[in-house]
C-alpha cells in the first residue's frame, strides 16, 4: 500500500509513518510543482497507484465523478499537529488496508 500525503500534511509525516507504511511519500517530493495541483497530484497517485491522504474534501468530488483509483484517505478532525495525524493513521491503519485492497470502496474518512 503506497501513501501520497497532500501539501495540506507535514512532510515531516513521512518519518513517523514509513514503519507502518513503507510505502508513504509526500506530494512535494514527486516532483510536481510546487504547489501541485489537485488535478497533478490526481494524475501522478493514479499513474504511481498511490492512494492520497489528505484534509482537503476537494479530493472527494473527483472521486464521484471519475471513480477509483485513486483511492482517497480524507481526514475529517480538522488542524492537528504532525505527531497527531500520524498517529490518527497508524490508528485507522486497519481500515486504510481494508481500502486499499478493496475493489469496490474508494474512499475512507477518518474522524
Given at each position: 500500500?503506497?501513501?501520497?500525503?497532500?501539501?495540506n500534511?507535514?512532510w515531516?509525516?513521512?518519518k513517523?509513518?514509513?514503519i507502518d507504511?513503507?510505502?508513504?511519500?509526500h506530494?512535494t517530493?514527486t516532483?510536481?510543482?510546487?504547489?501541485?495541483?489537485d488535478?497533478?497530484?490526481?494524475?501522478w497517485?493514479?499513474a504511481?497507484?498511490?492512494?492520497i491522504?489528505?484534509?482537503?474534501?476537494?479530493f472527494?468530488n473527483p472521486l464521484?465523478?471519475?471513480g477509483?483509483?485513486p483511492?482517497?484517505i480524507?481526514i475529517?478532525?480538522?488542524?492537528l499537529a504532525s505527531e497527531?495525524?500520524?498517529a490518527?493513521?497508524i490508528e485507522?491503519?486497519?481500515?486504510i488496508?481494508?481500502?486499499?485492497?478493496s475493489e469496490?470502496?474508494?474512499?475512507?474518512?477518518i474522524?
Amino acid at each position: 500500500m503506497k501513501l501520497l500525503l497532500d501539501a495540506n500534511l507535514s512532510w515531516r509525516i513521512v518519518k513517523k509513518l514509513s514503519i507502518d507504511f513503507p510505502g508513504v511519500e509526500h506530494v512535494t517530493r514527486t516532483g510536481l510543482a510546487i504547489p501541485a495541483s489537485d488535478k497533478d497530484i490526481w494524475k501522478w497517485a493514479k499513474a504511481n497507484q498511490y492512494s492520497i491522504v489528505t484534509n482537503d474534501e476537494d479530493f472527494a468530488n473527483p472521486l464521484m465523478l471519475r471513480g477509483f483509483p485513486p483511492k482517497i484517505i480524507l481526514i475529517r478532525r480538522g488542524n492537528l499537529a504532525s505527531e497527531q495525524v500520524a498517529a490518527l493513521l497508524i490508528e485507522s491503519r486497519n481500515g486504510i488496508e481494508a481500502l486499499d485492497k478493496s475493489e469496490h470502496q474508494g474512499l475512507i474518512e477518518i474522524y
